[in-house]
């Protein structure tokens, strides 16, 4: 049985002029970081704007096996926790896989109402 949903009421809808842009993805955010950045590795990810916690995962499953994009990864050292060394790795796509990503960057700002980047002049 199907739950009555209450109406939309002037603080949940958009007005008739505005038009609603869902936030972005964190695979566009991810994404969108390396493009501009060149690399992202964990604790960059873990901060504004990407806000990505498991960053592993996400180039694994999602940039890897779900969009195709191909990457390298290369460990680094950094002080972790109470001082003690710890290694992230920070990727990077390939340069042909660079291109992709900005037509799926594109892809996901058309699904969510955002206005798409003009890569020639954001470049």
Do not use: C
């Not at 590795?41 to 195709?68: C, F, I, Q, W």
């Amino acid at each position: 049985m199907k739950k009555p949903t209450a109406a939309p009421t002037a603080a949940t809808s958009p007005k008739d002029d505005e038009q609603f842009i869902k936030p972005a993805y964190k695979i566009e955010r991810v994404l969108l970081y390396m493009v501009q950045h060149g690399s992202i590795n964990r604790l960059e990810a873990e901060k504004p704007p990407v806000y990505d916690h498991a960053l592993n995962s996400t180039m694994s499953n999602e940039v890897k096996l779900r969009l195709g994009l191909e990457f390298t990864s290369t460990p680094e050292k950094a002080i972790g926790y109470g001082g003690l060394p710890a290694i992230y790795h920070r990727y990077k796509l390939t340069p042909a896989s660079k291109q992709k990503a900005k037509q799926v960057i594109n892809d996901y700002r058309l699904k969510r109402g955002a206005e798409l980047i003009s890569w020639e002049m954001a470049s």
